[in-house]
């Protein structure tokens, strides 16, 4: 089992910063992929930004070059910088936990609410 805590949510105007943390524990194998997903009202959850154990990322086009993710393998942590926050982005905000065994093995956190208004 894998457990997943996230901090760092809030309430921020248009163009303003936040950073997102999730600290993971249990039972951490590599290689893994360590994300952000984020699921606003009536939509469906939606990928943001992962990154590999090895250092790879990937980025929603919507978040491309406002977001940055990071990790730090030592202590299983991934991070989301999110800068030029837009009301578009306000969303409930899970981290992610992958790893394979026979296919994929999903862990979530429990979700940081993100808003973002004037």
């Known amino acids: 089992q894998v457990h997943l805590v996230e901090s760092g949510g809030g309430l921020v105007q248009p163009g303003g910063s936040l950073r997102l943390s999730c600290a993971a524990s249990?039972?951490?194998?590599?290689?893994?992929?360590m994300g952000w997903y984020r699921q606003a009202p009536g939509k469906q959850r939606e990928l943001v930004a992962y990154i590999t154990s090895g250092g790879s990322t990937n980025y929603a086009d919507s978040v491309e070059g406002r977001f940055t993710i990071s990790r730090d393998n030592a202590k299983n942590t991934v991070s989301l910088q999110m800068n030029t926050l837009k009301p578009e982005d306000t969303a409930v905000y899970y981290c992610n936990y992958r790893r394979w065994s026979a296919g994929p093995i999903d862990y979530w956190g429990q979700g940081t609410q993100v808003t973002v208004s004037s």
């Open positions: 249990g039972s951490i194998f590599s290689p893994n992929v």
